[in-house]
């Protein structure tokens, strides 16, 4: 079946640091996200992008951080200076809208997480 | 802004018996409702969704319950096993908008 790649599984920076969290949407994806998990909270969206442009940010997507599908299969989440209150779970999902449809829902396909540790 | 509220962190159930687990929304615009198990180290898996205009859905042993009027979504397993054993988070989105998810429930199914 196929599946939503993430890249690296943990990674651990000091503070005031830039980080790249990498992903790998199902091939024929049009919509990716990425959400974030701080442990024992909700998991809490980020950004959507759709048509190599964001469609949708929420507050926390401030301008630390970015996206970018910088080749057809990559769609990157860059935190430019890391802070403490970064330190989370951070997933990546994709869907392809048309097929959902048969529901209706927006059935997201998530990844298994990248783990970030600010020091 | 919590929009979905799962007010049970956690939720022990025997093996054979029902999990009944629930969640609370507070945006009356939600157009769907969708159910999501996680297990350690692994990404949230799409379980189950409900339509708002559906008071019922069904999938095997999972099955979906919106009461609009209360604003009020719950997921039955039945029979519960063992290996149901996960965090279950309760979603809700708007038509081609973004997904919402609740704190989660951590429901344990003893042997």
């Known amino acids: 079946e196929p599946e939503v790649t993430q890249t690296p599984s943990h990674q651990v920076t000091q503070m005031g640091q830039e980080v790249i969290l990498r992903c790998v949407p199902i091939s024929n994806h049009l919509y990716f996200y990425w959400y974030r998990q701080i442990l024992g909270q909700k998991v809490e969206f980020l950004v959507s992008f759709y048509n190599n442009e964001i469609s949708e940010k929420s507050e926390i997507f401030d301008d630390q951080f970015s996206v970018e599908r910088p080749d057809g299969s990559n769609f990157t989440l860059k935190i430019r200076s890391t802070k403490l209150e970064d330190s989370a779970m951070y997933f990546c999902?994709?869907?392809?809208?048309?097929?959902?449809?048969?529901?209706?829902?927006?059935?997201?396909?998530f990844g298994a997480g990248s783990r970030l540790t600010v020091l | 802004d919590q929009q979905v509220k799962q007010n049970s962190p956690s939720l022990s159930v025997q093996e054979g018996r029902i999990s009944i687990l629930n969640c609370d929304y507070t945006?009356?615009?939600?157009?769907?409702f969708l159910w999501y198990k996680k297990y350690p180290a692994e990404g949230p898996t799409f379980l189950i969704s409900i339509s708002s205009i559906k008071d019922k859905n069904e999938d095997g042993r999972f099955t979906v319950f919106l009461n609009k009027s209360a604003k009020h979504l719950s997921l039955h397993i039945v029979p519960s096993q063992p290996g149901d054993s996960a965090v279950y988070f309760c979603a809700a989105s708007r038509r081609y908008q973004k997904v919402t998810f609740g704190t989660g429930t951590k429901l344990q199914v003893i042997p």
């Open positions: 945006n009356s615009m939600f157009d769907y």
């Open positions: 999902a994709s869907n392809f809208r048309d097929r959902a449809q048969s529901s209706g829902a927006n059935v997201l396909t």
